[in-house]
């Protein structure tokens, strides 16, 4: 037990045990198996035929039940294991792997994260060291910022008239805001007294912006960053979802109507995994930046 | 010979009045300076010593009046004029070489990365942080901080150095070895000096001339006290001089007395220069003051 004094061993154990009863939960639940259907025998065949359209397998005994219901544990770590055996695969429209669809979805999330920032920064800039400017655009971001981003899809979709782009569109729009507040909150921040020595040392404005201002803001810049990224990535799946075609939401969607219920719990976990990945990155990138006073 | 019309800084009517006040903080601020004279201004809290400090160095305006110094107005922020903050103001981010260096290449932006890194290391070496040049403000303690300030203004050798009570939070065995070496560099640099205190101490270690306020509002240069005593002077030897305790004494019966029945513009606007220590001391022999911070 002596291992288990360092907190970091100890919290580590404890998670394990909670995903061991999560796994022990889903199995006992599953263990049973659907609701049991009829044996054959005893149903006539439009029985037969409706049990067929309503998804169930009558095909078989007792044993297949389990199939047409929430997936057993056996049954996720099969797809699972097909799913990561070829992640990249492309087999037309409706049939790609799941890391392909992840790409597509990391692509778009990441042109309209860049675009926003290239966007919100400069113009964060702006609005921070301008009282006026500040007060002139509030409004408009007030109004703004608080529209879901799928509102603007059909607009999007109206306008811009190719759904691949509306996404991007919609990622953009979502992830614009909390950098713009952020960078505008940071520079606005920046101490009086860095900026006095700058002045009597007649830092020529640009290097002013680049060598005093945007480092002193960087950390605030960096979390308006980091909580839009987390937006971008919870907005994907939603806007996917809704314009199709390609990513992790469509797959998620795709799923569904293949009624394959592990693969929807596996993009679930791909999801999952990397959203917290991209966190980890962003949260990476501030620490670097981050200064103690 | 503050009014020879020779000064190098040269202070004529100043007054400011904050929006929404009727009476100006200060009015009539007239003095001048000379070339490497180090002189400290002290008075209460509120007279507005760090408003005329940063209408030295451009960073504020003054209401009325002007500020020359070497005969041309002063009217902005320039390299000319160092700034040691009160709260050493270095960028927490940078290390003491990149906090230095920032302000060298400031001054001269054609300079290479090794003519930036002497100067810079020259500096440092100077006020006694060779050892800590690559570290982060944060590494270091407040006196250490206030030495790199120091450092950094000297750096880009200023005509004029302006500081606002750079020793002000610090503890009193730190801010005397700072003092000491704040006046080894002037006397080596011959360096011209304005200088914020609260610490009658400090300024009779280091001025040659202390201009004494009047409170706020409406607060002046009420007095200049020339300080007499020879400049070599050293922090443990000083009060065996004995102008020492004349100079102390005229200083703080000023601000502990006469200084709060010269505001509203009681004072004069052209003060008069005295030089205390040479005074012989009246009947009674000097009583010496009871040692306090005037804060």
């Known amino acids: 037990m002596t291992g288990l004094r360092s907190p970091a061993l ?40 409706y049990a067929k359209l309503l998804g169930k397998d009558v095909s078989g005994g007792g044993a297949d039940a389990a199939k047409s219901g929430f997936p057993t544990l056996a049954q996720m770590g099969q797809a699972i294991a097909t799913q990561l055996a070829s992640p990249f695969y492309d087999n037309g429209p409706n049939d790609k792997g799941v890391g392909l669809q992840l790409a597509y979805s990391l692509a778009r999330v990441g042109l309209g994260f860049a675009i926003a920032a290239v966007v919100a920064i400069p113009l964060g800039f702006l609005i921070g060291m301008s009282p006026l400017v500040y007060r002139a655009l509030d409004p408009f971001i007030q109004v703004l910022k608080p529209i879901s981003p799928l509102a603007w899809m059909p607009l999007a979709l109206y306008t811009i008239k190719d759904s691949n782009i509306s996404g991007i569109f919609v990622i953009f729009i979502c992830s614009v805001w909390p950098m713009l507040l952020n960078t505008a909150f940071g520079v606005a921040g920046v101490r009086r007294e860095w900026l006095n020595v700058a002045r009597t040392l007649e830092v020529k404005p640009l290097r002013r912006a680049f060598e005093v201002i945007l480092p002193a803001a960087a950390p605030t810049i960096l979390t308006g960053m980091r909580i839009s990224m987390g937006i971008a990535w919870l907005v994907i799946v939603a806007a996917e979802m809704l314009v199709g075609g390609t990513g992790i939401g469509y797959f998620v969607w795709n799923e569904w109507n293949n009624l394959s219920l592990p693969n929807v719990i596996f993009a679930i976990l791909m999801i999952g995994l990397v959203g917290m990945l991209l966190d980890l990155m962003f949260a990476r990138l501030q620490k670097a930046v981050t200064y103690v006073d | 010979m503050s009014t020879d019309g020779h000064d190098y800084l040269r202070i004529e009517g100043l007054a400011k009045t904050y929006p929404g006040s009727v009476e100006p903080v200060f009015d009539s601020v007239n003095f001048g300076m000379q070339r ?109 901080k206030q030495r790199v300030g120091i450092a950094r203004a000297f750096a880009i050798q200023p005509k004029m150095l302006l500081l606002d009570e750079p020793f002000g939070a610090l503890d009193a065995l730190t801010r005397g070895s700072i003092q000491d070496e704040l006046l080894k560099i002037c006397a080596e640099t011959r360096q011209t000096v304005f200088m914020i205190t609260h610490d009658v101490d ?94």
Not at chain 2, 58 to 81: I, N
Not at chain 2, 98 to 115: C, E, G, H, L
Request: aromatic share 6%; hydrophobic share 45%.
């Open chain 1, 10 to 49: 100890r919290s580590a154990a404890l998670s394990l045990m909670i995903l061991a009863l999560v796994l022990l939960v889903w199995h006992l639940a599953t263990l049973g198996g659907a609701a049991p259907v009829a044996p054959k025998a005893a149903m006539t065949a439009e029985e037969i035929e």
């Open chain 2, 36 to 144: 490497g004279e180090f002189v400290v201004i002290i008075g209460h809290s509120g007279c507005g010593k760090t408003t005329i400090l940063n209408v030295l160095a451009g960073l504020e305006q003054a209401s009325e009046g002007y500020v020359f110094m070497d005969g041309r107005e002063v009217s902005g922020p320039s390299l000319e004029r160092g700034v040691v903050f009160q709260g050493h103001a270095l960028m927490p981010w940078l290390s003491v070489r990149k906090n230095i260096a920032f302000a060298v290449r400031s001054k001269w932006p054609d300079w290479s990365a090794t003519q930036v890194n002497a100067q810079v290391e020259r500096y440092v070496e100077m006020v006694g942080l060779g050892g800590a040049i690559d570290k982060k403000p944060s590494q270091l303690s407040g006196g250490m």
């Open chain 2, 202 to 295: 400090e300024a009779i270690l280091l001025a040659d001339r202390i201009l004494l306020m009047s409170n706020g509002p409406q607060a002046r240069v009420a007095e200049i006290v020339r300080n007499t005593m020879p400049r070599s002077r050293q922090r443990a030897t000083l009060h065996h001089d004995p102008q020492y305790y004349r100079i102390r004494n005229h200083l703080v019966d000023f601000l502990v007395a006469r200084s709060k029945d010269l505001s509203h513009g009681r004072a004069p606007a052209q003060p008069a220069e005295v030089s205390p220590g040479l005074t012989e001391p009246e009947s009674a022999p000097v009583q010496p003051v009871h040692l306090r911070r005037i804060a």
